[in-house]
């Protein structure tokens, strides 16, 4: 009878022993299944959630100025497209000087938002503590919508480069045209001397246009433009030539002034008959650079508007917590309550 107490005793200890355990346990499970930075713990980052807000709205609404400014801006391209093919040079002048200072200020502005995403509250080597998935999510979806506009302007200025090419070529060309029709008007009137002097001027237009053709033969297919060229020299040469073997043969008929005049009729049936081979060129060098610099421009407003619809949808406008509204609390911790020990 006397060992019953002491079984009695043993069974209590092991009870209360397994007991111990089993609330040791339990606590454990608890806790990790609690981590801090989950979702299943969010009045451990409530506070940094809430001090981040205000500079993600103010992200938010940034990248919406953003977006529209870079709608413009491509508005501006596609317009400079279009007044380039037209050789309307008046509106692309303008549309070029107009984008070139918007991308800039786009640019700008990009930089110091990106600053100020760096510089919210809590950011740093302590993010995944201080702020919940949902809020290190929001300001990620700003950062990397930031870089789609780096290389606006460079974009840009490619663009301005093509169009500028575009409009001296162009002017080049007429340039050429009304020197060379002057030096025909003079061989007409007999005027040969002053006729080769005012060709040689025609032909320097267009050996000014050869140097601007090779510099977009990298980027564009400049064969019409080639052509274009190659039957204006080609008649400008053997004009060049008649009226030189006019001179040399003083009033007579000479095989030199037969065999010219038969090259200057040739030459002169090569040239293009109207002007649709410079709308030609033009587009060729639109698709050359321009195209590229507007659908860079168009990617990078995709993208930029992506992030704003993404933020402002529900659950990713405002504070973390699956509806955009206040971050969850627990009955024991008020909203700016620091996060419980232990």
Known sequence: MSGTPNRVAAIVAWLLIAAVIAIGGAGLIATLANTPATAARPELTTEGDLAAQPGLGAAQAGLTNLATDVDRLGELGRGALTALVSSDFATLDSSVDQGQQLARDIETRSAALRRELMQIPGTGADEAITWSPETQRRRDVALQALDSTGGLEAAWIRLAAGATTANRLTQLLADHDRIAGQAAAQGRSAKYAEALKTLAGAQAKLDEAKTLRDALANTVDVSTLTQWIDRNAEYDAALAKLYQATIDANGRITDALKQAAVD??????????????????????????????????????AKLQAAVDELGAPGGSGAPGGDGGEPPTSPSVGPLAPAASG
Do not use: F, W
Not at 272 to 299: C, D, K, M, W
């Open 264 to 301: 200057e009729r040739r030459a002169h049936g090569l040239l293009p008959s109207n002007t649709s081979g410079l709308v030609i060129i033009l587009a060729e060098i639109g698709r050359g650079g321009l195209n590229q610099a507007v659908i860079g421009i168009e990617q990078t407003k």
